[in-house]
């Protein structure tokens, strides 16, 4: 009995996750509607409908630029900061502390502090940069790329982190043989802590890459998806279809195929991750 009360816990959370992933997948093949509370079964039609709009495919777009780049850019930033974080000093400890401050943030709270900062008239990002009030950070040209600068500066910190962690974990006496042989720090870097750095920094990849993925709380506060459709991504195309449309089988179709979306890609970034695990540990050639 006392083994099927300690797994009650872990059941519930499944149901919990299952159940609304069931319902949403049984909506989408209805057309369920608040102008049809009584919906019939449609089959793949509503499928056939996202999949054969255009504005669906430059969701998927937008989606897949937000992703590419913010994972790239909070990747590149937060190994460089990890490797000045690990140098010990006064200022790196001190600034290894003030890193987790954006992480404390809610991305709502950090979208509207950066909406302020990014107002034409009155930002202090204008002012600061001396752009003037012309520059307009949330127009049709550079809203996406002010959503990207947005999630790098909130998440940037937790790659670092991750990368630290996975830094002072890495074993010393490879080093220390290198540095009597004379290897200056970009061949130990490049030669023997990145090789066995992979698995972190493809840990952090993964974490972040499916997280770009189901962006919506901050974009959504800072631009509700335009001007236009220049940053619309999938979740944002699920909440209007389902939220304010009040289409909810469309809604659901767009969730769906957003989680085939992402769990394709997580198998793929998943398998990529065991293979570089087993080459760290020297299992692999």
């Known amino acids: 009995m006392r083994p099927y009360l300690l797994s009650l816990p872990a059941l519930i959370i499944v149901i919990g996750i299952l159940y609304p992933f069931f319902v949403g997948a049984y909506y989408s093949v209805l057309n369920y509607a608040a102008v049809n509370p009584d919906p019939v079964f449609v089959g793949f039609r509503n499928f056939a409908s996202v ?30 900061l990890a490797l000045l974080l690990n140098r010990s000093s006064i200022i790196g400890k001190i600034f290894e502390k003030v890193l987790i401050l954006p992480l404390m943030i809610a991305p709502v709270i950090a979208g509207v502090i950066w909406k302020l900062m990014f107002n034409p008239q009155f930002g202090v990002l204008n002012h600061v940069l001396g752009l003037g009030n012309t520059f307009d950070w949330l127009s049709s040209t550079n809203a996406l790329w002010s959503v990207i600068l947005v999630d790098v500066w909130i998440f940037t910190p937790f790659v670092a982190i991750l990368v630290l962690a996975g830094i002072r974990s890495l074993p ?28 972190y920094i493809l840990v ?40 304010i449309n009040l289409d ?18 997580a198998r793929v970034l998943v398998s990529v991750l065991g293979k570089a695990q087993r080459r760290a540990a020297g299992a692999e050639s």
Request: charged content about 15%; glycine content about 8%.
């Open 248 to 265: 909810y089988s469309r809604g659901a179709t767009y969730m769906l195929l957003l989680w085939i979306i992402v769990f394709i890609t």
């Open 172 to 199: 010393k006496e490879p080093f220390e043989a290198s540095e009597v042989d004379g290897a200056n720090w970009f061949f130990m870097f490049r030669k023997l802590m990145l090789p066995m750095l992979w698995p």
């Open 204 to 243: 952090a990849v993964i974490f972040r890459f499916m997280d770009n993925l189901k962006v919506f709380d901050a974009i959504y506060v800072l631009t509700a998806g335009g001007p236009g459709v220049s940053t619309r991504t999938l979740q944002i195309g699920a909440f209007e279809d389902a939220i």
């Open 51 to 80: 999949l054969g709009d255009q504005i669906f495919w430059q969701s998927v777009q937008v989606t897949g630029v937000f992703a590419v780049v913010a994972t790239a850019v909070e990747t590149v930033l937060g190994v460089g």
